[in-house]
């Protein structure tokens, strides 16, 4: 038996028994969650305030709980930064993930516990590896190393009690020492602050290692791959790593990379599989390679509720738990987590297409669509477009952007499209384009 038939057996195929549970058990599971929750939370301040030793039903929770967000959220995270505890959470909180800013804010500083890494992002990453070698029993993972490529992170507030920085680079430095005989590079060249300096360094010390399967941002691994395939004279990745089955994404959507991808790693036998890990938490896992869709991981340190995308915004909107959301409705996601955020309303938006188990797509931002002139265009819609005029035209897209433009003196309105175009026919010039709304 290979190593990683044996680890499989031992370690990752019987989690999967426990996954099966979502499908005819996703209500108990969900609310063992919020209970547990609720319990651990109790005695902290903000316990205390909603009273969580009186709640007994999730109608309780509901109606006692304020949604939140950032804003909300922002006295109690800079009194944590400051070195108080048991505000959110009762364990204490020393991490601090930076996410994208708010309207207010460069950037965002979300609590990350020592339960929400075990229990939510390093779970997540456990289960992401048992689905995948439950789908390719002849996989050898682990005849190999991982390559996993992250951030940086630094002193929070001239502290080195605290530290801030990118989740990617908070899981590296709390991996379980173990991990680190698996994966590359060194803990020390995966924190480097310098990008183009890490990006030489990674690929100096893995050139000529086994590496068997990537993680990261499809965005920061084209980079990496492009680099490394520069440094070799290699045409594709294959050349480099022969034993390369697996890419493990996330941070962005992949289909904008899809096809630059197929250009530099040209085996059939290569897997994607799409993860959602936010700075907030691991909240799904691609566990059908014929399906975009990603299963809910419901039975970590997260309890979900989803507002319909029409009430965001509003003063009393309507909230569901997951046994109430519908099929192919868009949501915007509200999670409480293992980190203390509490009705935590984190901007992204969701379409589910399947409950038995649960299965969704993200489709956007509360904050990150156009709706001028009542068009409600989501990003998942503008991203079906420009695959199809790809298709068409042979087109390659490297970024866009999108805006509206407002009633003329003629009374017309439209999109102004801004294309950045990696690979175009010849006889095609990158372009302004305007469409009619």
């Known amino acids: 038996m290979n190593i990683t038939k044996f680890l499989n057996k031992v370690y990752f195929a019987p989690r999967l028994k426990e996954i099966e549970r979502y499908t005819d058990h996703a209500s108990e599971l969900q609310a063992g969650v919020m209970y547990r929750l609720i319990r651990m939370a109790a005695n902290t ?5 909603y009273d969580y030793a009186s709640i007994r039903t999730y109608e309780d929770f509901k109606k006692r709980l304020p949604i939140q967000t950032y804003e909300e959220i922002k006295p109690y995270v800079a009194r944590l930064r400051a070195g108080e505890q048991n505000l959110l959470w009762p364990s204490e909180i020393r991490w601090f993930a930076k996410s994208s800013g708010t309207t207010n804010d460069k950037s965002k500083f979300l609590p990350v516990s020592k339960e929400s890494l075990q229990d939510t992002h390093y779970q997540g990453g456990k289960d992401a590896v048992a689905i995948y070698l439950g789908q390719n029993p002849e996989s050898r993972f682990f005849s190999g190393k991982g390559l996993i490529l992250g951030g940086s992170h630094s002193p929070n507030l001239n502290s080195n009690h605290s530290l801030v920085g990118d989740l990617s680079a908070i899981l590296i430095q709390n991996v379980h020492p173990l991990v680190n005989y698996i994966r590359v590079p060194s803990k020390k060249i995966a924190l480097m602050s310098d990008f183009e300096s890490k990006m030489e360094a990674i ?13 990261g941002v499809p965005s920061w691994m084209l980079v990496l791959i492009k680099h490394i395939l520069e440094k070799t004279g290699k045409q594709s ?6 034993n390369l089955e697996v890419f493990f994404h996330g941070g962005v959507a992949f289909t904008p990379y899809r096809e630059q991808y197929k250009q530099i790693i040209k085996s059939s036998k290569m897997h994607y599989v799409e993860t959602y890990n936010a700075s907030e938490g691991y909240f799904g896992t691609q566990n059908d390679p014929n399906d975009p869709a990603m299963l809910l991981m419901i039975d970590y340190g997260i309890f979900y509720e989803f507002i319909p995308l029409e009430d965001v915004g509003k003063e009393n909107p309507r909230i569901c738990c997951l046994e109430e959301v519908e099929l192919n409705k868009n949501y915007a996601m509200v999670i409480s987590t293992s980190a203390g955020l509490w009705r935590y309303m984190i901007g992204d938006t969701v379409k589910f297409t399947g409950n038995r188990p649960y299965k969704f797509v993200i489709t956007g931002r509360t904050k990150h669509f156009i709706n001028a002139f009542g068009e409600e265009l989501i990003v998942e819609n ?3 477009g420009l695959n199809k005029a790809c298709a068409a035209t042979g087109a390659q ?4 952007s999108a805006a509206p433009v407002f009633m003329d003196e003629h009374a017309k309105c439209r999109h102004q499209w801004l294309v950045e175009l990696g690979r175009i026919a010849w006889r095609s010039l990158t372009r302004t384009w305007t469409t009619p709304s």
């Open 397 to 400: 897209i490297i970024d866009y």
């Open 203 to 215: 690929a100096n010390s893995t050139l000529h290692t086994n590496v068997t399967n990537l993680s």
């Open 382 to 384: 503008a991203e079906k």
């Open 45 to 49: 301040e903000w316990g205390k305030k």
């Open 237 to 242: 990745l294959e050349e480099v790593w022969p």
